[in-house]
């Protein structure tokens, strides 16, 4: 089952169009799809300043054996989407990523929201549990995860894994 139209429909709504309350240090934040009952479990994005590219990791219990790396993008036009080079590191060791997608916010109106995202397959994606630094580059350019987002990134991994343990139990 693809995950592409949820995704993008929780990718906007995690977006930050007004300032939100600050979540608890070091907690991602936990939803469930309604329509289907799927946990979903994904990092904080905080207001940025426009043509910013923010990080945000999503896991869901539909597709336990994989988590989502999406940057998120806003300024005037899309940037990222002649290019196909992205790169994850969790302590300067590389994470594989699938192949990239590209998605726009279709509701957008002043704004242009661009999505790139990749899957990270679960055994790659547990670097991250233990990171200390996260780093990724889209198309040239390089960013630092700051500390927040790694702390949070541990704890997506962290609730998955725990997750995945008592399903594994269960069976």
Same mark, same amino acid.
């Given at each position: 089952?693809?995950?592409?139209? /949820?995704?993008?429909a929780l990718l906007v709504s995690a977006l930050p ?7 608890? =240090? ?17 990092? =904080? ?9 923010? *990080?945000? /990791? ?5 597709? *336990? ?13 899309l940037r990222y989407a002649g290019c196909f080079d ?7 060791? *590389? ?6 997608? =590209? ?14 995202? $990749?899957?990270? *397959? ?6 991250? $549990? ?29 609730? $998955? ?6 399903? $594994?139990?269960?069976?």
């Amino acid at each position: 089952m693809s995950r592409a139209p /949820f995704l993008l429909a929780l990718l906007v709504s995690a977006l930050p169009l007004a300032a939100q309350p600050s979540a608890p =240090h070091c907690q991602s934040a936990r939803e469930q799809d309604p329509d289907t009952g799927a946990i979903v479990q994904k990092t =904080h994005l905080a207001p940025s300043a426009p043509g910013s590219a923010d *990080p945000l /990791f999503v896991w869901t219990s539909d597709d *336990p054996d994989s988590l989502m790396f999406a940057v998120v993008r806003n300024g005037s036009e899309l940037r990222y989407a002649g290019c196909f080079d992205m790169t994850l590191q969790a302590d300067g060791q *590389p994470i594989p990523l699938t192949r990239l997608r =590209h998605d726009k916010d279709p509701d957008s109106r002043r704004t242009v929201i661009e999505y790139v995202r $990749a899957e990270i *397959p679960w055994a790659d994606a547990q670097k991250l $549990a233990t990171a200390k630094s996260i780093t990724f580059t889209v198309c040239k350019d390089r960013l630092l995860v700051d500390e927040k987002l790694v702390c949070e990134a541990r704890h997506v991994m962290e609730v $998955a894994g725990r997750w995945r343990r008592e399903q $594994a139990g269960k069976r």
